[in-house]
């Protein structure tokens, strides 16, 4: 996510460096390198001319303190404005109604069901409301069935009328059961439409005045660059939506829609989308996101990341079994689930400072924690609780029975060793202080 942009602007940054002062000149210079970046990122023209000369202006009026050096003052502007940009504040949906209503609408192949049941699963587990998903593209043939899979894994209902070619009716419909079983949110998933198609526009039109929505999202696929853009000032004539939804941010995107979409529609980004696992659904934080394409990473998203997957209840248990010495492979195998549910480990690295560049070739696949999982599973019950016990022999076996090579056992022992090992000096100096604490008192 904005790799490319990333390392044109540290470029940018670099005619700076070694300058003593900020002048007009140099300034200049660094800007029309900083709006060659964000061309190429695909932003507008407009949008990152408007860009740059906010930063210039900013630049130009900024007395430089002596222990700051210009390329940090450059970096500080540009950050900020990027930011400012992107809405400068997180924007949350509004999800009060009897019940509430969130329209999802976008183009063809944007990920408006993928997203829907996104975001029922964030809805439901983190506000803890009753959702109810209502299937409305009757158009493409397997939508309804999609979102009926994808509802069976977060265990919510989805609504939908067999043979009804009407969405409007389908979505009057499931608002009119969600009352009656006193379901919280209705999340209409629409189908897929082409801008210049007007009986469709007309049709998301109608089916908004009708439904009365107390939010509307509109899906766009980061991927298309400029051209997200300019749909999304389509849609926004149609239905005046409240916030957008980019998809698809970790493909191979170039950053132009998420700068662009709203210095243009004046509508503020509200998730983003990666990967197809309901929980990669985010709140789009425009400073965080500044962070990021800057190269100075995402601690903080990563700590809430962290935090929606503790278990409290498991955390004291696995403290106790530590100060036993009894933590083994059965409560590693634990830990490692609850890293997986947090997004894939390239994702995650991404957000420590300057791990973006560092793993910039380094290919980590989504699946990097399978061979460490077949090797536990190749393990019997008595080897996991006591992995002290696993002898050359017993190597040799789980080798072989996880698709593996013994080293590759071998070295996830000793990595579990290390990870025992340093939760124990965890452990120990987090005691250790609360009893230097106590004895000050």
């Not at 899906?219 to 926004?236: L, R």
């Not at 793993?359 to 460490?372: M, N, Q, R, S």
């Not at 593996?404 to 202080?433: C, H, R």
């Amino acid at each position: 996510m904005f790799e490319n942009l990333s390392e044109r602007l540290e470029r940018s940054f670099k005619i700076l460096k070694g300058e003593g002062k900020i002048t007009e000149i140099n300034v200049a210079e660094t800007l029309k390198d900083i709006r060659r970046a964000l061309l190429d990122a695909d932003v507008s023209y407009k949008v990152a001319k408007d860009f740059c000369d906010r930063v210039k202006e900013k630049a130009m009026g900024q007395n430089v303190l002596t222990a700051v050096k210009p390329q940090q003052m450059m970096v500080k502007i540009v950050h900020d404005e990027l930011a400012d940009f992107m809405g400068s504040d997180s924007s949350d949906i509004n999800l009060k109604g009897s019940p509430a209503v969130v329209l999802v609408a976008g183009l063809n192949g944007s990920g408006k069901t993928t997203f829907s049941a996104k975001l029922a699963h964030q809805v439901k587990s983190k506000k803890g409301m009753k959702v109810l998903l209502a299937a409305c593209d009757t158009f493409r043939p397997a939508a309804i069935e999609q979102l009926k899979t994808l509802g069976a894994q977060i265990n919510v209902d989805v609504y939908s009328i067999e043979g009804e070619q009407d969405p409007v009716k389908v979505a009057t419909s499931a608002i009119a059961q969600a009352r009656r079983d006193g379901v919280s949110v209705v999340i209409v998933d629409t189908a897929g439409r082409l801008s210049v198609d007007k009986e469709l526009m007309d049709e998301i039109s109608l089916m908004h005045s009708t439904v009365h929505p107390t939010e509307t999202l509109f899906v766009v696929d980061a991927m298309t660059g400029q051209d997200a853009v300019e749909t999304a000032k389509a849609f926004q004539q149609a239905i005046d939506f409240d916030g957008v939804v980019l998809t698809k941010m970790d493909g191979d995107t170039r950053g132009g829609a998420a700068l662009s979409i709203k210095a243009v529609t004046g509508k503020p980004i509200k998730f983003i989308s990666q990967g197809e696992k309901v929980e990669t659904l985010d709140v789009f934080h425009p400073k965080r996101i500044a962070d990021r394409i800057l190269g100075m990473g995402d601690v903080v998203t990563l700590v809430e990341k962290a935090q929606e997957q503790f278990d409290e209840q498991q955390a004291r248990a696995v403290k106790k079994k530590i100060a036993k010495n009894q933590f083994n492979l059965n409560d590693f195998y634990d830990q490692l689930q609850q890293v997986k549910k947090m997004g894939s480990a390239k994702d995650l690295a991404s957000m420590l400072p300057g791990m973006d560049k560092a793993l910039k070739d380094v290919d980590i696949p989504d699946d990097a924690y399978k061979g460490t999982e077949a090797i536990i599973h190749s393990m019997t019950p008595f080897e996991r609780e006591h992995p002290e016990a696993i002898n050359g022999s017993r190597r040799k076996r789980i080798a072989d029975g996880s698709g593996t090579n013994i080293a590759e056992v071998n070295k996830l022992l000793k990595q579990f060793e290390s990870t025992k090992k340093m939760m124990k000096m965890a452990m120990d100096g987090s005691l250790a202080s609360r009893l230097k604490n106590f004895r000050q008192r």
